[in-house]
């Protein structure tokens, strides 16, 4: 595994673009709630560290992440955003319930990226267990939340 025990939720801000004037939506499924609660602190925290104002961080909830993509389009076509962060946990299961569920959100995240000039980032954990969650969401590994804001701030700039 690349990342075995290694924490790539670090980052430089003198490298990162100063949020300060952008506007962010955050849609996070409800499932897996500890899981996407951890991923969205993470996310917020550095949206806030690199100068975003809280009154520009739109947060909205989904049931689950299926229901990212409808909710990403809602925020993307009903508010002014300059980047979305889709926050979901989907863990696999003993059917493959897991499999189609992954795949169409992933497609459908695409999907909205080549639909909209909005970039939507794609944070939803894929894991076999819920321990690879955890340590995805705050634990050993970082916090892929975290990640996740850097490349929308990163991605909202780019070609300004």
């Not at 996070?28 to 969205?40: C, D, P, R």
């Not at 299926?66 to 955003?81: A, D, P, R, V, Y």
Request: aromatic residues 6%.
């Amino acid at each position: 595994m690349a990342t075995e025990n290694k924490n790539l939720s670090t980052y430089d801000k003198t490298t990162i673009p100063n949020a300060k004037n952008l506007r962010f939506g955050i849609v996070v499924s409800e499932w897996n709630e500890s899981i996407t609660e951890g991923l969205y602190s993470g996310a917020l925290k550095a949206l806030l560290d690199c100068g975003a104002s809280a009154h520009n961080i739109l947060r909205w909830n989904v049931p689950g992440s299926f229901e990212l993509i409808h909710g990403c389009k809602k925020i993307i076509t009903s508010q002014e955003i300059d980047a979305v962060i889709a926050i979901g946990s989907v863990i696999r299961g003993e059917t493959s319930h897991f499999d189609y569920v992954c795949s169409a959100t992933a497609q459908g995240i695409k999907d909205l990226n080549l639909q909209y000039e909005v970039p939507v980032i794609f944070c939803v954990l894929t894991d076999d267990n819920l321990q690879q969650s955890i340590d995805r969401s705050g634990g050993k590994h970082g916090n892929k939340g975290t990640e996740a804001a850097i490349a929308a701030i990163k991605m909202a700039v780019l070609g300004k």
